[in-house]
């Protein structure tokens, strides 16, 4: 991250959890397309229901999720 982004992100962990719920949200929202395309929200869908069936059969595995996120951070650190 850059001397900036470090900034951000330290003064964002100062402000109050509902403020930095909704400062994730909009964050997260920044990455998405304005108008959602109908070929991408069927692709999603399909996605998900895809996995689904895949952790029921068995095929995919479970981790918690804090792990996940541990691992997410030291990659992006």
């Given at each position: 991250?850059?001397?900036?982004?470090?900034?951000v992100?330290?003064?964002a962990?100062a402000?109050p959890?509902?403020?930095?719920?909704?400062?994730?949200?909009k964050?997260l929202?920044?990455?998405e397309?304005?108008a959602?395309s109908?070929?991408?929200e069927?692709?999603?869908k399909?996605?998900?229901?895809?996995?689904?069936?895949?952790?029921?059969?068995?095929?995919?595995?479970?981790r918690d999720?804090?792990?996940?996120l541990?691992?997410?951070?030291?990659?992006?650190?």
């Amino acid at each position: 991250m850059s001397a900036n982004t470090d900034t951000v992100f330290i003064e964002a962990l100062a402000l109050p959890l509902k403020e930095r719920a909704s400062l994730v949200e909009k964050l997260l929202l920044s990455f998405e397309p304005e108008a959602g395309s109908p070929e991408i929200e069927a692709a999603w869908k399909r996605e998900v229901l895809d996995r689904c069936q895949a952790f029921d059969a068995g095929q995919l595995t479970e981790r918690d999720a804090a792990d996940v996120l541990n691992d997410a951070y030291r990659k992006v650190k």
